[in-house]
């Protein structure tokens, strides 16, 4: 039996076997140029001559930050027989009326269920509740199936970092691409 229901705790283990990684065979290319009359970004959707592989490492103090967020109500686990088969680990700012997702992961094993669309949907459902306007995710421009995954839901491009997570990602390196889903 699978349910979903609000986050109260979890291990350090199961973060690992839950939010273990992505593959991917595409990226989508990010070009950027600058001038002083514009600046232009774009994305364009290319096949990887060979196949990005991520795999995810989290330490006690990731687990304490995430674990500090639990209390916030926008925090959901999905169980599967008991088990935590998947995650939404959410942020809630008040000074912009909006949830951050922070983490979201479906453990290997259970993808391709509609675990990860059922989980979102929670999501959504307790911001728009809360009466938060806008969901806000994070990924990378590597992980073109969370990307598809995101705009399957309704959501839409609403940013590009450059340098979110090195001074050196642009161009060849992982590029934060935010989406974001209008709730008002």
Not at 32 to 44: K, M
Not at 170 to 183: N, R, S, T
Request: hydrophobic share 35%; aromatic share 10%; proline share 3%.
């Amino acid at each position: 039996m699978t349910e979903i229901r609000p986050l109260t705790r979890f291990t350090l283990d199961e973060l690992h076997r839950v939010a273990s990684g992505y593959f991917s065979g595409q990226k989508y290319d990010v070009a950027h140029t600058e001038t002083d009359d514009e600046i232009t970004f774009s994305l364009s959707l290319i096949d990887l001559e060979q196949p990005y592989v991520k795999k995810y490492s989290f330490d006690q103090e990731s687990l304490e930050t995430y674990t500090s967020l639990l209390a916030n109500g926008l925090c959901f686990g999905v169980y599967d027989n008991g088990d935590l088969a998947g995650l939404a680990i959410s942020e809630v700012h008040e000074w912009n009326n909006s949830v951050q997702i922070h983490d979201f992961h479906i453990a290997e094993p259970s993808r391709g269920r509609g675990l990860g669309r059922q989980l979102m949907e929670r999501v959504v459902s307790a911001a728009r509740d809360a009466g938060l306007r806008i969901v806000v995710c994070e990924t990378q421009n590597k992980n073109v199936p969370a990307i598809k995954f995101y705009k399957s839901l309704g959501f839409s491009l609403a940013g590009i970092d450059l340098t979110h997570y090195r001074n050196t990602s642009y161009p060849d390196g992982e590029i934060a691409v935010f989406m974001k889903l209008q709730l008002t």
